[in-house]
């Protein structure tokens, strides 16, 4: 999981933005995808137990980015993957 870090020139000077790449969201969105299947069919509470951590850390890690669009994402992704 890495970031995509680049420097835009402005009139007040440089900005620097920091994204999650795309290979580093790839890779959460199929952890969460492989331990859902893991735990389907048994206990739910077991299955949030252990989402828990993995999204938490997640989220912490891309939070000092900009990680608007890719929080966004991860949400309506797991909207998306309920019915497969």
């Known amino acids: 999981m890495g970031f995509n870090i ?3 020139k402005t009139h ?3 900005k620097i933005l920091i994204k999650a790449s795309k290979d580093g969201i790839k890779a959460a969105k199929k952890k969460v995808i492989d331990k859902t299947r893991q735990f389907y069919g048994k206990n739910v509470q077991v299955l949030v137990s252990t989402l828990n951590p993995i999204i938490i850390g997640t989220a912490n890690y891309w939070s ?3 990680a608007k669009e890719v929080f966004t994402e991860m949400d ?3 909207e998306l993957n309920t019915s497969s």
């Open 6 to 8: 680049r420097k835009y």
């Open 12 to 14: 007040n000077g440089n």
């Open 64 to 66: 000092p980015s900009v």
């Open 76 to 78: 309506s992704h797991g």
